[in-house]
C-alpha cells in the first residue's frame, strides 16, 4: 500500500499570502496524483489531477507540480474562501487509492 | 450536469444490517467507476473500495474487504454500499465518488452520515 504523508498537518496563512502544501509517497506514483479541497460540511472537491492539471472552473490561483514521490498545491494568494482542508491522493497503484491526512490551511 | 445523489442519515444499532444508495445523474452510468470514501468524525479520508457498473467488478481495501459489500443496478443507475453486521466504529460520513475515465476521481456526493450506537 502506497502511504502519502501530507506536511504541515496545519498551516497558518494570512490572506494575500501564499500557501505551499507538500505530499510525499511512499513510492513512485509517477503523474497520478490529484489535490481534493474540503470544507466544513461539505464532500471533497477535485482541484487538480494528473499533478498538475487544474479540474473545470478552478481558479489559476491554484497550481500542481511534482513528480513521483514529492508533489506540491501552491495557492498564490490566499482569498478568504481557500481556507479549508486539502487532501492528495493517489491513483497510480491500487487497491488502495489511498489519501494522505490533510492539511488544514486557517487564518492566521 | 454530473450529479451524484446520496440517501439521507440513518441511525442504526450495533449487529444492525444497512444499504445506503448513491444516485448518479448526467452521464452514461456504465462508462465510469463508482468509489466509496468514509471519513470518521472529525478525521480524514478513507479509500474503501470502488464497482465497475458495467459488470459490477469490485475493488475493496485491504482494511475492509469482508465488512463491507459494494453492489449496483444499472436498471434505476445507483450504487450502494452495505453492512451485514454494523459496529460503532462504522459511525461516519460516507461519500460516493466518481472515477474519470482517465483514473482520478472527479465528482462526489453530497455524503451520508451512518451513526451506529446502541
Known amino acids: 500500500e502506497i502511504v502519502l504523508t501530507q506536511s504541515p498537518a496545519t498551516l497558518s496563512v494570512s490572506p494575500g499570502e501564499r500557501a505551499t502544501l507538500s505530499c510525499r509517497a511512499s513510492?513512485?506514483?509517477?503523474?497520478?496524483l490529484a489535490w481534493f479541497q474540503q470544507k466544513p460540511g461539505q464532500a471533497p472537491r477535485l482541484l487538480i489531477y494528473?499533478?498538475?492539471t487544474r479540474a473545470t472552473g478552478v481558479p489559476a490561483r491554484f497550481s500542481g507540480s511534482g513528480s513521483e514521490t514529492d508533489f506540491t498545491l501552491t495557492i498564490s494568494s490566499l482569498q478568504s474562501e481557500d481556507f479549508a482542508v486539502y487532501y492528495c491522493?493517489?491513483?497510480?497503484?491500487?487497491?488502495?487509492?489511498?489519501f494522505g491526512q490533510g492539511t488544514k490551511v486557517e487564518i492566521k | 450536469e454530473v450529479q451524484l445523489l446520496q440517501s439521507g442519515p440513518e441511525v442504526k444499532k450495533p449487529g444492525e444490517s444497512l444499504r445506503i444508495s448513491c444516485e448518479a445523474s448526467?452521464?452514461?452510468?456504465?462508462?465510469?467507476?463508482i468509489n466509496w470514501v468514509r471519513q470518521m468524525p472529525g478525521k480524514g479520508l478513507e479509500w474503501m473500495g470502488r464497482?465497475?457498473?458495467?459488470?459490477?467488478?469490485?475493488n475493496y481495501s485491504p482494511s475492509l474487504q469482508g465488512h463491507v459489500t459494494l453492489s449496483v443496478d444499472k436498471s434505476i443507475n445507483t450504487a450502494y454500499l452495505q453492512w451485514n453486521n454494523l459496529k460503532a466504529s462504522d459511525t461516519a460520513m460516507y461519500f460516493c465518488?466518481?472515477?474519470?475515465?482517465?483514473?482520478?476521481?472527479?465528482?462526489w456526493g453530497q455524503g451520508t452520515l451512518v451513526t451506529v450506537s446502541s
Open positions: 465518488a466518481r472515477t474519470h475515465t482517465s483514473g482520478w476521481v472527479d465528482f
Open positions: 448526467g452521464y452514461t452510468f456504465t462508462r465510469n467507476w
Open positions: 464497482i465497475d457498473p458495467t459488470d459490477s467488478y469490485t
Open positions: 513510492q513512485s506514483v509517477s503523474r497520478n
Open positions: 494528473g499533478v498538475s
Open positions: 491522493q493517489q491513483y497510480n497503484n491500487w487497491p488502495p487509492e489511498t
